[in-house]
């Protein structure tokens, strides 16, 4: 009988392990990105960045989902004839990228408030794995590709702060901005463009059929009425040393 039941007992063992075998387990999926480490042969372009910028060479990213970049680098500084503009926090961009803010920087941006000195740009956002407008599903951010950097104010000489949304400053100042902006990147969104960038002004080098860009950003005076709210409700505002609460595309 022991061996009768003994006999039973290694017949159920491997049928179910036969059952197991024929049933394949779907593989986990990545909730973290891969992170690869960075080639020891700079890029080309951080070649040409380090003439222009102080930076940090940045392992590349591998998801999760549709995200990731390669050639990233944390962009601390960008280089003037006589001085630095300081990005804080440093920007984790695509080279690319930080090379574009650089070059507008250097030749647009700063010649803007002259003859008061740029000495600082305050990073929003820069890299962030998540959908457009911070929508579960959406297609991936240009932010999730290290492609976008969004901006919440300009730090002067002297301790002054000149937000680019604020009505309250000059008019040509802030169209002379925009202009430059939107001749040096492929999208550009401030106020008026979809109720997510009342606050900052996004920008990326996004890629389109046709060169196809956007330019958004409604130059607005003390006591225009028209801003852009967008369809779906804003997150719940995060702490931000600025007062606003994080940024979106």
């Not at 006589?82 to 010649?111: F, G, H, K, Y």
């Not at 408030?113 to 991936?140: H, M, Q, W």
């Not at 702060?161 to 009505?167: E, L, S, W």
């Not at 802030?174 to 430059?180: E, F, I, K, N, T």
């Amino acid at each position: 009988m022991r061996l009768l039941l003994a006999g039973l007992a290694v017949f159920v063992v491997l049928c179910g392990s036969a059952v197991a075998d024929d049933i394949p387990l779907p593989r986990e999926r990545p909730t973290e990105p891969i992170i690869v480490p960075a080639d020891l042969t700079p890029s080309p372009c951080q070649l040409r960045l380090t003439l222009i910028a102080q930076f940090d060479r940045l392992p590349s990213r591998i998801g999760p989902g549709a995200c990731g970049a390669s050639d990233l680098v944390h962009l601390k500084s960008v280089s003037l004839a006589d001085s630095v503009v300081t990005v804080t926090p440093p920007a984790e961009l695509r080279c690319e990228m930080a090379e574009q803010v650089a070059n507008w920087i250097r030749d647009d941006a700063a010649a803007q408030f002259a003859p008061v000195k740029l000495v600082g740009i305050d990073n929003f956002d820069s890299y962030e794995c998540r959908g457009r407008n911070r929508i579960i599903g959406a297609t991936v951010s240009e932010h999730g590709k290290g492609n976008a950097l969004d901006i919440r104010a300009f730090r002067l000489a002297g301790n002054k702060i000149i937000m680019p949304t604020d009505v309250n400053v000059a008019h040509e100042l802030r169209v002379s901005l925009r202009q430059g902006a939107c001749a040096r990147f492929t999208t550009v969104l401030g106020p008026g463009s979809d109720g997510y960038h009342e606050a900052h002004i996004h920008l990326d080098i996004a890629a389109r059929r046709g060169g196809y860009r956007i330019c958004s950003w409604a130059v607005r005076n003390p006591g225009d009425v028209g801003v852009a709210h967008a369809d779906i409700p804003l997150p719940t505002p995060r702490p931000y040393n600025l007062g606003n609460d994080k940024p979106s595309l």
